[in-house]
């Protein structure tokens, strides 16, 4: 707790008083070389660091602050470092509002740390920070009084010495050599550096303490002993996935730490920072970035935040300049900012405007201006005096644009809200389901359909909205006469999966509409089209059943949908670029029903086309992630399948796939014909080019082994790692013969034999009566007596624990009288049925009294089969014979617990709602169960009560209905669970989380 408190502080000083940078100073540091093992600019971390730069840009551009100003130098700079661009107007305003605020740096008034962030922000703007309009915030860097008041202070200010290898003023307190020491007094004996003293040490303070002191490492005695005894220090501080102090923050430091020190972070065996190919700092890193490019403070967070992202963002370029044998993160020498490149930055700006948003007048005025630009900046012999003339006419015309009616301001009512908008033009998709942000532009007083569709003209028609949408009054009210540059007439638009009357049709917040143009331009007659749902979400592998529908109407006029089969389903991303088809898979099921199932994580869009040009093509949007929350970035394997007795079906050959790609991925991206059973995680092959199980014999079928091991997984659960080789083996005895016996093969023949076996129990018990009582033992012993990995291939198993709860209503006579008429009568029926919870004496149940967290850790650990645990409990007050003591030790074993810490459990403290809603998802996430539902919880009135560290498990289990309020919008996150709230959460959790 310390370090993760540690680490959060820092991350708000480096917000609020910090930008970080280190560059080779001409007067003293001196560069080293680069070690051996640098990283291939093609390598696959390589591309997995562009991939999470371009994201985090991405999405720190679509949250950008409007304007940029005086306290975004965060911001600026790792946009502008990492290559991204910011128009010249909004850099413009960040300039003078510096000047603006600064009638002169004032060393005693200001933080270094704040003169620091300028000076860096101005560097890589190309400025000169000792020379700023007249300012100087180096002279005042030096002779600070601060700079003792903490590392943080002296680091940063020799970061922004050596950003441009600024001079240090004659007579100045502050030197480079003072800074150096002044640096190392905070070092510990261990290695580990501290914020206020050398005792309490950090694993971000360390790793800013290396960035400053790199410069300086291998020609500095003293600095180099320093920091290597501190990398020795920050080896400890990453855990077995190279995550360094439990945060993306932290880790984005150490990363950029041994990228300004020329230390390869990614080589297995160079220098200890990376554990394998697929596990090192720079997977580890963009582990934290979201689908949206945004990063997450921890693993543990529900939502990307700019504090997280921006440095994810300067971390991961650091490393791209390392790679790439460009200047490091912070030697800004290779900036340049000339009056032409301004003038160019110009030219994109004014490139980047649409004419339909502005008045004809004012746009004439602005194209003027753009051309006259154009000749300057193409004459290479055009003259500074030109230049800068050339400029600021732009500049100004840029300025003096006037937005056409509706959009200036803030829209008539002041206000906006989103819709998510779908167009089609002849049976094609011209936009899918995109979010637009709609004001009252006809300022009519509300928000409208016509609102909505010129909105999203004005986002993406080439031209504006101008030039490819119009509306007008008519017979039938406002009505469209140009959609998406088509002027036919023929227009039809849906909200909401109801067909609307006129463009006057009011619109609300994340409505849904659909306009298209009619192909039928006589009758009128296409069909509309639509999905049973606009948006679903599954995990990559795993099927999303999917329901098409189409309008027809009945004798009153009345819409009717029926179903819709035989429809050609595609997926395309949100530009409508086509996924490629080996990425995912649609499957007509029959009656309008469909299967998609996608192989790496994304926000994709399907379209559903039924070959009938008068039928409009539906949409819905697919979010797919990662059961480990990775990204969609890509790793490269090797397969091959072949009979040891036999052919060879296929030599070993490499494949490029997404990263949390499956042993069964690999094997469909082959081509070879294969033949399935069960879905997702626990698929199994029962051929490969015809080649079947117990063809060859009652011990004969497929296996396979990952680098020469045969795993304990299903192929569909086995998640490949970069570099991984697989071999599919046909085995006539049970693996013996290819070396994978009985004993190994938890994913071969005799697994898969097994857990048919259970399944098929399972199918016999059929609808539950009263006699179903041996039919649901049986099947429930030999669930049991399964392994893990077998238990993955028991696809039906939501089947046998509903039966349970069926046959527990229907027989179990509970012999407590007080629970007769109680609430949460039945759940205690299903856990009594169950034996996870007893009464409290002969008769009684007590529902009313509280649960201890030893008394909840033992009713999992009877779920769980009771296994055998090896040596006794971790926790000081957890006796070795008390009757939760196993559990106690196999909870901890596992990772479902924690304790309070100091060795301390508390077996018998009673359990809070919020600790029960922890406890419960982690033993989820033990068993690999979908912990991604998500509830939002402001409709408590309470929420400020919940704790940090259970914020997220308790959106979970409302978001998976285990847990709901106690009335009255009250969550009670910090009262006692008592035995009934237990008993529901618990039966909840069987039936909705446990499947």
């Known amino acids: 707790m310390k370090k993760r408190a540690l680490s959060l502080l820092l991350a708000l000083v480096m917000v609020l008083g ?53 306290g975004y130098e965060w911001n600026i700079f790792s946009l502008l470092r990492s290559g991204a661009s910011i128009s010249q107007s909004q850099l413009d305003v960040y300039l003078d509002s510096v000047a603006d605020t600064y ?59 050596d950003s441009k290898a600024y001079e240090v003023p004659e007579g100045a307190a502050w030197t480079r050599e003072k800074l150096i020491s002044e640096i190392l007094r905070y070092q510990a004996g261990d290695g580990g550096f501290g914020l206020n003293d050398s005792q309490t040490v950090g694993v971000d303070v360390t790793a800013m303490a290396l960035q400053a002191l790199a410069p300086y490492y291998g020609s500095d005695e003293q600095v180099t002993a320093a920091v290597d005894l501190a990398l020795n220090w920050l080896k400890g501080q990453l855990d077995r996935n190279c995550v360094a102090g439990g945060t993306s923050e932290s880790t984005a430091q150490v990363l950029t730490a041994l990228a300004a020190l020329k230390i390869d972070p990614v080589t297995v065996g160079e220098n200890g920072f990376a554990a394998s190919a697929a596990r090192n700092l720079i997977t580890a890193l963009t582990g934290f970035q979201l689908e949206n490019g945004g990063f997450q403070h921890a693993d543990t967070a529900s939502a990307s935040t700019s504090m997280s992202t921006i440095q994810a963002l300067y971390s991961l370029e650091a490393y791209r300049r390392f790679a790439a044998g460009e200047n490091s993160l912070y030697d800004l020498a290779d900036v340049n900012r000339s009056t032409r490149s301004v003038l160019e930055n110009r030219l994109k700006e004014a490139n980047s405007l649409i004419e339909g948003d502005y008045t004809e007048a004012s746009w004439a005025a602005m194209a003027a201006a753009r051309a006259a630009a154009q000749e300057v900046y193409d004459n290479e012999a055009a ?42 033009n002849a049976g094609e998709l011209v936009m899918a389901q995109r979010a637009v942000t709609v004001k009252d532009y006809n300022e009519n007083g509300g928000y409208d359909v016509d609102d909505a569709l010129y909105a999203a003209h004005r986002a993406a028609y080439p031209g504006g909205a101008s030039s490819g949408y ?35 049709d009011p619109v609300a917040e994340n409505d849904y509409l659909t306009a298209f143009v009619y192909e039928d331009s006589i009758y009128w007659s296409d069909s509309y089209s639509k999905f049973d749902r606009y948006a679903y979400s599954v995990q990559t592998g795993e099927a999303v059943s999917l329901t098409l529908e189409n309008a027809g109407y009945d004798e009153y006029w009345n819409t009717v949908f029926t179903p819709l089969a035989g429809a050609e389903i595609t997926a395309c991303q949100s530009d409508l670029t086509p996924v490629p088809s080996e990425d995912y898979t649609v499957t007509d099921t029959g009656s309008g029903t469909y299967s998609a199932v996608f192989r790496q994580a994304g926000t994709y869009y399907l379209a559903a086309y039924c070959g009938d040009p008068l039928t409009v093509p539906a ?29 060879t079906y296929l030599d070993r050959t490499s494949y490029t796939l997404a990263a949390n790609a499956t042993v069964y991925d690999l094997l469909r991206k082959t081509g070879l014909e294969i033949t399935t059973a069960g879905s997702g995680s626990g698929v199994y092959i029962k051929a ?42 046909y085995t006539r005895d ?31 018990i059929g609808a539950v009566t009263a006699d179903s009582g041996p039919a649901i033992a049986a099947a429930r012993a030999a669930y049991d007596n399964l392994t893990d990995a077998q238990k993955k291939l028991v696809t039906n198993y939501s089947a046998l624990t509903a039966a349970e709860l069926a046959y527990a209503q229907l027989t179990v006579q509970l012999p407590f009288t007080d629970m007769e008429g109680h609430w949460a009568r039945e759940a205690v029926r299903h856990v009594y049925a169950r034996g996870l919870m007893a009464g409290t004496g002969s008769d009684t149940f007590s529902p009313d009294l509280t649960t201890t967290r030893g008394m909840i850790v033992t009713i999992l650990y009877a779920l769980e089969g009771r296994p055998a645990v090896p040596g006794g409990p971790a926790f000081t007050d957890v006796p070795h014979d008390a009757y939760y003591a196993d559990a106690v030790t196999w909870a901890e074993t596992c990772g479902i617990i924690s304790g309070y810490g100091g060795g301390v459990f508390g077996p018998d403290a009673p359990i809070t709602r919020e600790q029960l809603a922890a406890i419960l998802r982690q033993y989820a996430a033990y068993k690999q169960y979908d912990v991604t539902a998500e509830a939002d919880l402001s409709q408590f009135v309470d929420t400020d009560q919940i704790g940090a560290w259970s914020f997220d498990a308790l959106a979970w289990a409302c978001g998976a209905n285990m847990i709901s309020g106690v009335g009255g919008q009250v969550l009670d996150p910090k009262g006692n669970a008592t035995r009934a709230q237990a008993a529901v959460i618990l039966m909840r959790y069987l039936e909705n989380v446990a499947k």
């Not at 949409?619 to 052919?647: A, E, F, L, M, Y």
């Open 103 to 161: 009638s002169a740096p004032d060393s005693e008034a200001l933080k270094p740390t704040t003169l620091a962030r300028v000076a860096l922000t101005l560097g890589v703007l190309g400025e000169d920070a000792s020379d700023f309009r007249g300012l100087n915030f180096i002279g005042p860097l030096c002779s600070s009084g601060h700079i003792t008041d903490s590392s943080n202070e002296a680091m940063w200010a020799l970061i922004a010495l």
């Open 470 to 504: 119009a509306s007008a009054e008519g017979p039938y009210g406002l009505s469209l006469t140009k959609l998406w540059g088509d002027t036919s007439g023929c227009f039809g638009y849906w909200r909401n999966n109801n067909s609307c009357w006129s463009l006057a």
């Open 688 to 729: 490969i080019e015809g080649l079947a199980e117990f063809d060859q014999g009652a011990g004969s079928g497929w296996m396979y082994c990952v680098n020469g091991v045969f795993p304990e997984l299903s192929c569909g659960a086995y998640v490949l790692s970069d570099g991984d080789d697989v071999e599919w083996l």
């Open 383 to 424: 003259s500074e005096e030109n230049l800068v003339d050339a400029d600021s006419a732009l500049a100004a015309a840029i300025a003096a644009l006037e937005k056409v009616s509706g959009d200036s301001g803030s829209g008539g009512s002041g206000d906006s809200i989103q819709v998510y908008v779908t167009i089609s």
């Open 18 to 70: 910090m930008l970080p940078g280190t560059v080779l100073a001409a007067d003293a540091p001196t560069e080293v070389a680069s070690q051996s093992g640098l990283a291939a600019m093609g390598s696959v971390n390589y591309q997995l660091a562009v991939d999470g730069i371009s994201g985090a840009q991405t999405y720190l551009k679509a949250n950008e602050p409007d304007p940029y100003a005086y």
């Open 619 to 647: 949409v819905c949007q697919i979010t797919v992630t990662s059961p480990q929350g990775g990204g969609s970035t890509r790793i490269t394997v090797s397969i091959s399948v072949k009979d040891p007795q036999g052919r």
């Open 734 to 764: 049970l693996g013996d013969d290819v070396g994978g016996g009985a004993s190994s093969d938890e994913s071969g023949t005799e697994s898969r034999t097994a857990a048919r076996a259970v399944r098929e129990l399972i199918d016999t």
